[in-house]
């Protein structure tokens, strides 16, 4: 008992120290000032469609980017693939797997990636284009262990590789994802902590700067200008700053006011607190109708950046099925509708398999 009380302290002490450091993110608010931004996109329909509001929801292969302290609530080993449209034909699309290690812990691995599709290159003298075309992407490679320490206490760690490219240019970085659940015994039928409310904490995209550097930083300059002479187009190249990464705090909690041997409704909320942006709260329901002896139908809504300032972001909704089979194998399905302003709105479509 006194070990768990130990590493307890030890998390909530590294939270703590971090979200002080966080605290320098207050007004004047440093919007865009942070890159690799992809990484707030969210991975995981059933998340999305609940506004964001994750971070207490262990049991789910999505928590391998709300919360990699979910993964430990893990009954199957499972892989995920899914699909999300954004805007003006920027497409992001990820997969994710996990393995059950007892007693030692999960194991789990993902791939996100967000491409920005072609792009006309243009230049001063050529403004309707060269004829030629690029592109731009952004990928990140995860690994995440996760383990009981209890079965009310969990824990897990992310290690990233991030990469993001404009045509020649490039950008690399690693972070890390830090995260706890803890299961109470509030709001529990029985006073079973297995179902009383959670508590969920993450640190994500603590890590390295990125600065970009490539042959597209190549020009050639007059280092002379005022003088004629042979320095009319010395090659010299361009340098960047370094970028910080955006690091984001997440605090939240989950109950289940209904549970029942078929019903289940659960209503979280997150807390925010990002590098880039204002503090804000997201908000999710979720109903799940279990199907004896087939599966479960879930129902999801949510509301995404409440008090945030000047935000694009809004209702959330979407839906799930999760059928099972012979062997205990299972195939689950999830859709997130997302409003997003004036950008929009978008669609998310997972697919996993559970074996």
Not at 115 to 144: H, I, P, R, W
Not at 258 to 269: A, E, F, K, Y
Not at 287 to 295: N, Q, S
Not at 297 to 310: A, C, I, K, S, W
């Amino acid at each position: 008992m006194n070990k768990i009380n130990r590493t307890t302290f030890i998390f909530l002490a590294i939270f703590l120290t971090i979200n002080c450091q966080l605290g320098l993110a207050q007004r004047p608010y440093r919007t865009g000032t942070t890159t690799a931004n992809f990484l707030e996109i969210g991975m995981g329909s059933d998340g999305l469609a609940m506004g964001d509001a994750f971070v207490s929801m262990g049991g789910n292969l999505s928590s391998l980017y709300w919360n990699p302290a979910g993964l430990a609530f893990l009954k199957q080993n499972e892989v995920m693939f899914g699909y999300q449209p954004l805007v003006v034909d920027i497409n992001s699309a990820y997969a994710a797997g996990a393995i059950l290690l007892p007693p030692y812990g999960n194991l789990a691995f993902g791939f996100f990636n967000v491409d920005y599709g072609d792009m006309k290159v243009t230049t001063l003298d050529m403004q309707d284009g060269t004829g030629e075309l690029f592109t731009a992407n952004e990928y990140a490679f995860t690994f995440s262990y996760s383990r009981k320490l209890a079965q009310w206490f969990s824990f897990g760690v992310s290690a990233k590789y991030i990469s993001s490219q404009i045509w020649h240019t490039k950008a690399s970085a690693t972070a890390l994802d830090l995260g706890v659940i803890v299961n109470t015994h509030f709001f529990a039928p029985a006073g079973s902590k297995e179902n009383g409310m959670k508590i969920g904490m993450s640190i994500s995209n603590y890590g390295t700067k990125m600065r970009y550097d490539g042959m597209d930083l190549l020009q050639l300059i007059d280092i002379e200008p005022d003088e004629a002479g042979n320095y009319s187009a010395v090659p010299g190249q361009f340098k960047t700053h370094e970028w910080e990464l955006p690091l984001i705090f997440r605090i939240g909690v989950s109950v289940n006011p209904i549970l029942t041997q078929n019903h289940r409704l659960t209503l979280s909320i997150d807390a925010l607190h990002p590098n880039n942006n204002s503090e804000s709260l997201n908000l999710g329901v979720q109903y799940e109708f279990r199907l004896p002896g087939t599966g479960s139908f879930f129902l999801r809504g949510g509301y995404r950046g409440l008090f945030l300032n000047d935000s694009e972001y809004g209702v959330t909704y979407g839906g799930g099925l999760m059928l099972r089979f012979m062997n205990n194998y299972a195939i689950r399905t999830d859709y997130a509708f997302k409003t997003m302003g004036v950008l929009g709105n978008t669609n998310s479509y997972t697919v996993g398999i559970l074996f």
